[in-house]
């Protein structure tokens, strides 16, 4: 699914309304009516409903769902708040329409106005600003946020949080809506898909109201989520005649005096991601781990604590390096001649993005099309500090164009980045996948797609999906709290079966 700038999505707006010949008004009850429907799934007839309303046309939204829910029987009652002399024309129309069919359904709130008795029972909607929004909240309006957010009433927002901007993260302290619920509509906002401002948005459901198809697909973005859609055109079902030569090797190197586990668990999930054979190459005190650990792989050692020399990878049709490798400088000398040698594309994790920071002249020798995967702080360590996660990200684009790769930029939003600066947000799993060894199975799993025949940028995008389609599955089973990175493994199996 795209994900639109707000400047596009008002431009889409435009475009369906001439497109179809329907006017703004009708856009607009439509998207209420599409809210509407959700708040009658999800909450019962008895439900009473404040519905905070601005000026503008998100201000609109909200008086006509209030509008439409006593239409149903719903108790729903609007407050306008007046931070402007001038309403949007819909907004104005819709203010006139439901004072005609009762004056006691919508009161006007004046500047330094708050509403301080809503009891806990009832449900606000808020719809007091939308994407419009060009600077922060001040003054009345940010009272006004930090008031209704003292509030221990459920909170659901229709199309953004108020005070949210879309497409960036604003100052710290910046006042902004904390819902449970934002009903954003036909697309997500950026702003959803980062730590600083996703926390605010609550739970997003992406309520389709019709805007016209034509647009979408012929509109250029640089952002979109992956969805089952893009992951299915991906995937490739094996063929009943194939054996396990079809499906590749991958090799998996790292390990050192204990940090075994990491690259145990990238082996073991490189195995269950698909490929055909997985080789180790490990310390020597790493042997008998693997063996036990991880029977179907088979296991090479260089070097007695850690590893001294890496070889033996010539035939290897995927390679991951790096969970557990340590950054001793036999270690390290030994990578910058891996890379200096490998001319195939190489996953690449954990400390061997920290060997990279020690070593960035060693970024220009990584392979064409290789795939790394850090962290947040991996990644600062690599490029250098952002003052929060959206330029951060905005840098990843710029490094990966730079040095022609893939960059998996882990969060709880993982951003799967191409070598064009393409960026697609994942929008499976969850918080129990923030588990030490969590990354380690992430780097197995890539490095056995690639093995069979993926190439490393579709390998990155199934691989991250998976991932978390198997923290879901692993925490139905033990809880986000209890899971570990092994049981996430475990649940693979269920991963691919939901994508087939």
Not at 117 to 123: E, G, K, R, S, T
Not at 431 to 450: F, N, R
């Amino acid at each position: 699914m795209k994900i639109f700038s707000a400047l596009q999505i008002r431009a889409c707006d435009a475009y369906t309304i001439h497109a179809t010949g329907i006017t703004s008004r009708d856009l607009m009850e439509r998207a209420a009516g599409k809210c509407v429907e959700w708040l009658m799934a999800n909450f019962e007839k008895e439900a009473l409903f404040v519905v905070l309303c601005g000026t503008g046309n998100n201000g609109g939204d909200g008086l006509v769902i209030t509008r439409m829910l006593n239409r149903l029987g719903y108790g729903a009652k609007a407050f306008l708040l007046q931070f402007s002399e001038e309403l949007s024309t819909d907004c104005k129309a819709n203010l006139e329409r439901l004072q005609n069919i009762d004056s006691s359904l919508v009161d006007i709130l004046q500047p330094e106005t708050f509403i301080t008795d809503i009891p806990a029972n009832i449900v606000i909607v808020d719809a007091i600003l939308g994407t419009g929004l060009n600077r922060q909240a001040e003054g009345w309006i940010a009272s006004f946020i930090g008031h209704i957010n003292d509030r221990p009433n459920r909170k659901v927002s229709i199309d953004i949080p108020s005070g949210m901007p879309a497409d960036n993260v604003p100052g710290e302290g910046a006042a902004i809506i904390k819902a449970d619920d934002t009903l954003s509509f036909q697309f997500y906002k950026r702003a959803f898909l980062h730590p600083e401002t996703g926390t605010y948005a609550g739970n997003v459901h992406i309520l389709d109201i019709g805007l016209h198809e034509t647009f979408i697909s012929s509109t250029h973005s640089n952002y979109q989520t992956i969805d089952e859609a893009d992951v299915r055109a991906i995937y490739k079902p094996r063929l009943p005649f194939s054996h396990k030569g079809t499906f590749g090797t991958a090799l998996l190197i790292g390990g050192s005096y204990g940090m075994m586990g990491a690259i145990s668990l990238a082996t073991k999930a490189a195995g269950r991601a698909g490929a055909g054979k997985v080789r180790s190459l490990v310390p020597e005190c790493g042997y008998s781990v693997i063996q036990t650990l991880v029977p179907e792989a088979m296991c090479g050692t260089k070097g007695e604590k850690y590893i001294t020399r890496i070889a033996d990878w010539e035939n290897a049709d995927a390679i991951g390096i790096g969970p557990g490798i340590g950054t001793k400088e036999e270690t390290i000398k030994a990578f910058a001649n891996f890379l200096e040698a490998c001319k195939q594309p190489v996953v690449i994790d954990a400390d061997g993005l920290n060997i990279l920071a020690k070593q960035p002249e060693l970024l220009h020798k990584i392979p064409a099309g290789s795939v790394l995967t850090p962290h947040p702080g991996e990644f600062e360590r690599l490029f250098g500090k952002t003052a929060n996660s959206m330029l951060r990200l905005e840098h990843a684009r710029t490094q990966a164009m730079k040095f022609n790769i893939t960059i998996v930029l882990k969060d709880r939003y993982t951003a799967v980045i191409s070598s064009e600066g393409e960026c697609r947000y994942n929008i499976t799993g969850n918080a129990g996948l923030a588990t030490a060894g969590s990354g380690d199975v992430l780097t197995g799993i890539i490095t056995g797609l690639i093995s069979q025949k993926y190439d490393p940028h579709s390998a990155a995008v199934l691989g991250v999906y998976l991932h978390g389609l198997a923290g879901e599955s692993a925490s139905q089973i033990h809880s986000e709290e209890a899971m570990v990175a092994g049981d996430v493994i475990d649940a693979l199996g269920k991963a691919f079966q939901t994508i087939r």
